[in-house]
Nanobody, 121 residues
């Protein structure tokens, strides 16, 4: 059974840091795109960052320079280091892996269960 399990969420004050981890099991993800998404209450899911198998990265503008994404292929794990956190970063953060084409749209084949990040002002 293929699984992605996130960890590292929690409650932090504005300006603080958290490091999210997403560990994959059941198959290797070393040659797959891995990504982080987030969804705040009442808002649509948002792509935060992604990293290719070769280390190429993408970031949404709101987190550029604050949330570096990295991966350890030997551990089948992707990380999101969250620095200078703001209250508007509060959301459930989801890990995703393996880009696939579904009904003409790119999507991810595997998703984690999510981890809550709450930033207090």
């Amino acid at each position: 059974q293929v699984q992605l399990v996130e960890s590292g969420g929690g409650l932090v004050q504005a300006g603080g840091s958290l490091r999210l981890s997403c560990a994959g099991s059941g198959r290797t993800f070393s040659d797959e795109v891995m990504a982080w998404f987030r969804q705040a209450p009442g808002k649509e899911r948002e792509a935060v960052a992604r990293i290719s198998w070769s280390g190429g990265t993408y970031y949404v503008d709101s987190v550029k320079g604050r949330f570096p994404i990295s991966r350890d292929n030997a551990k089948n794990t992707v990380y999101l280091q969250m620095n200078s956190l703001k209250p508007e970063d509060t959301a459930v953060y989801y890990c995703a892996a393996r880009l696939v084409l579904r009904s003409g749209t790119m999507d991810y084949a595997y998703w984690g269960q999510g981890t809550q990040v709450t930033v207090s002002s």
